[in-house]
């Protein structure tokens, strides 16, 4: 026996776990089996590595990974597990607390970073995205009814679901901000007659909506950051999915306060985001900044309670928030399922470093949502009317069936009866 066989029984043995489904596979072609049937091989392709492995150096592994220098195969699955459970009896911390803990921290940011960071993660290529997104391009948490649907099926419903809790009728100007590949504006002004306006950061994505989107009638998109909008046109209706996570915490006030100066009184804002389960934040665990590095740089969550605050303290009225944590997980795994069934493809138009760090980020965060480490919530908020809280309706019927909204607007004596009376709009 070798004195690296020797040496990985030890490690075997230390980690107290007799069914972990690993090979290890070195460069000159000696494997080494955690268990009779392992399902993972993890291929180290240079000497410096077996230190990283031995000592659970997960931000030098997964770095490796993504320079090819560690060869991962099996189901994803699979793979998920056999990291987690690794990186455990390695005497860690949870590698998916490590794995996104980096996305509560705070930074210093600027115009200049900020824009930075968008390109990084969105200007990758249209045709990759659309490899394993639905056929709307939308890049966020879906809604599922039943939890069988298809992508495309759950992200059509996501859709309908936010136009109806925007309360949506013909006429009305609404503003998306960081409209993404602009299918939910798309589907609001095409089943809702409004007015449309989007805006994005994200070159990529607005040269996709000149070519793809622009042209119909009432729908505009801009290459803008949402702070050039901070004194112009006022909006009826104001929505943001999956933006507010690259604005920063400490700005958090400033943005909500830009949308209630935005919309008119009387107005709805509906943002959809993602928020930490912790409400003291994520441990600073050491690895965690692999998200920031390689997917979401400068991204940064708050926790929901942070949101309602902020949100409340721009001078808007909350009135409806809905947590949808299974649903990102079960929209990533369908992502996930996506990018692996086109592989090929999506390494031939991202590069190969960027297929490996997608590969491993979507399966990753949807066992993050699952774990209950991360959550996304939609929260919907009017803008005062008339030095009055503006008028809403009685209940979440209108949110599911095709009825509109009777609107409860206040209380009235009636002076002949002296009893309270209920005044509909």
Same mark, same amino acid.
């Given at each position: 026996?070798?004195?690296?066989?020797?040496?990985?029984?030890?490690?075997?043995?230390?980690?107290?776990?007799?069914?972990?489904?690993?090979?290890?596979?070195?460069?000159?072609?000696?494997?080494?089996?955690?268990?009779?049937?392992?399902?993972?091989?993890?291929?180290?392709?240079?000497?410096?590595?077996?230190?990283?492995?031995?000592?659970?150096?997960?931000?030098?592994?997964?770095?490796?990974?993504?320079?090819?220098?560690?060869?991962?195969?099996?189901?994803?699955?699979?793979?998920?597990?056999?990291?987690?459970?690794?990186?455990?009896?390695?005497?860690?911390?949870?590698?998916?607390?490590?794995?996104?803990?980096?996305?509560?921290?705070?930074?210093?940011?600027?115009?200049?970073?900020?824009?930075?960071?968008?390109?990084?993660?969105?200007?990758?290529?249209?045709?990759?995205?659309?490899?394993?997104?639905?056929?709307?391009?939308?890049?966020?948490?879906?809604?599922?009814?039943?939890?069988?649907?298809?992508?495309?099926?759950?992200?059509?419903?996501?859709?309908?679901?936010?136009?109806?809790?925007?309360?949506?009728?013909?006429?009305?100007?609404?503003?998306?901000?960081?409209?993404?590949?602009?299918?939910?504006?798309?589907?609001?002004?095409?089943?809702?007659?409004?007015?449309?306006?989007?805006?994005?950061?994200?070159?990529?994505?607005?040269? *996709?909506? &000149?070519?793809?989107?622009?042209?119909?009638?009432? #729908? +505009?998109? /801009?290459?803008?950051?949402?702070?050039? !909008? %901070? =004194?112009?046109?006022?909006?009826?209706?104001?929505?943001?999915?999956?933006?507010?996570?690259?604005?920063?915490?400490?700005?958090?006030?400033?943005?909500?306060?830009?949308?209630?100066?935005?919309?008119?009184?009387?107005?709805?804002?509906?943002?959809?985001?993602?928020?930490?389960?912790?409400?003291?934040?994520?441990?600073?665990?050491?690895?965690?900044?692999?998200?920031?590095?390689?997917?979401?740089?400068?991204?940064?969550?708050?926790?929901?309670?942070?949101?309602?605050?902020?949100?409340?303290?721009?001078?808007?009225?909350?009135?409806?928030?809905?947590?949808?944590?299974?649903? *990102?997980? &079960?929209?990533?795994?369908?992502?996930?399922?996506? #990018? +692996?069934? /086109?592989?090929?493809?999506?390494?031939? !138009? %991202? =590069?190969?470093?960027?297929?490996?760090?997608?590969?491993?980020?979507?399966?990753?965060?949807?066992?993050?949502?699952?774990?209950?480490?991360?959550?996304?919530?939609?929260?919907?908020?009017?803008?005062?009317?008339?030095?009055?809280?503006?008028?809403?309706?009685?209940?979440?019927?209108?949110?599911?069936?095709?009825?509109?909204?009777?609107?409860?607007?206040?209380?009235?004596?009636?002076?002949?009866?002296?009893?309270?009376?209920?005044?509909?709009?």
């Amino acid at each position: 026996m070798s004195l690296r066989q020797r040496a990985l029984n030890r490690i075997r043995r230390s980690l107290a776990d007799e069914n972990l489904p690993l090979r290890l596979a070195f460069w000159d072609g000696e494997t080494f089996d955690f268990s009779p049937a392992p399902t993972v091989t993890l291929t180290l392709r240079s000497p410096s590595l077996i230190r990283d492995f031995a000592t659970g150096r997960m931000t030098r592994l997964a770095d490796a990974y993504v320079r090819g220098d560690l060869g991962v195969d099996g189901p994803i699955e699979d793979i998920l597990a056999a990291g987690i459970r690794l990186a455990e009896r390695i005497g860690r911390a949870s590698s998916l607390v490590k794995f996104v803990s980096g996305l509560g921290r705070l930074r210093p940011r600027g115009r200049k970073t900020d824009a930075e960071n968008i390109r990084r993660h969105y200007d990758v290529s249209n045709d990759f995205y659309a490899l394993w997104l639905d056929r709307t391009m939308t890049y966020s948490c879906a809604y599922f009814q039943r939890g069988d649907e298809g992508i495309d099926e759950a992200q059509a419903q996501k859709l309908e679901h936010i136009c109806r809790k925007l309360r949506l009728e013909p006429g009305l100007r609404l503003l998306d901000i960081g409209c993404g590949w602009g299918g939910l504006l798309s589907y609001a002004v095409g089943s809702y007659k409004v007015a449309g306006v989007g805006i994005t950061n994200s070159a990529a994505q607005y040269e *996709y909506l &000149r070519s793809r989107r622009a042209g119909a009638p009432g #729908l +505009e998109f /801009r290459l803008q950051d949402y702070r050039d !909008l %901070a =004194g112009g046109a006022s909006f009826d209706r104001i929505v943001s999915v999956g933006m507010y996570e690259h604005v920063g915490l400490k700005r958090l006030q400033e943005y909500f306060s830009l949308i209630a100066g935005l919309l008119r009184p009387g107005g709805v804002l509906l943002n959809h985001g993602i928020v930490i389960a912790d409400p003291k934040g994520p441990r600073a665990i050491p690895g965690g900044d692999f998200i920031d590095r390689h997917v979401f740089p400068g991204g940064e969550l708050p926790h929901l309670s942070q949101v309602l605050k902020e949100i409340a303290s721009s001078g808007l009225e909350v009135v409806d928030v809905e947590d949808l944590r299974p649903h *990102y997980a &079960r929209t990533l795994a369908l992502w996930s399922e996506r #990018l +692996e069934a /086109r592989r090929e493809e999506a390494a031939a !138009l %991202a =590069g190969p470093e960027r297929y490996r760090i997608w590969r491993v980020y979507l399966p990753g965060m949807a066992l993050a949502f699952d774990s209950g480490w991360l959550s996304v919530a939609q929260v919907v908020a009017y803008k005062p009317s008339g030095g009055r809280p503006a008028a809403r309706p009685w209940t979440r019927a209108h949110q599911y069936l095709n009825e509109p909204p009777v609107l409860a607007t206040g209380l009235a004596w009636n002076n002949h009866t002296k009893s309270l009376q209920l005044e509909r709009q």
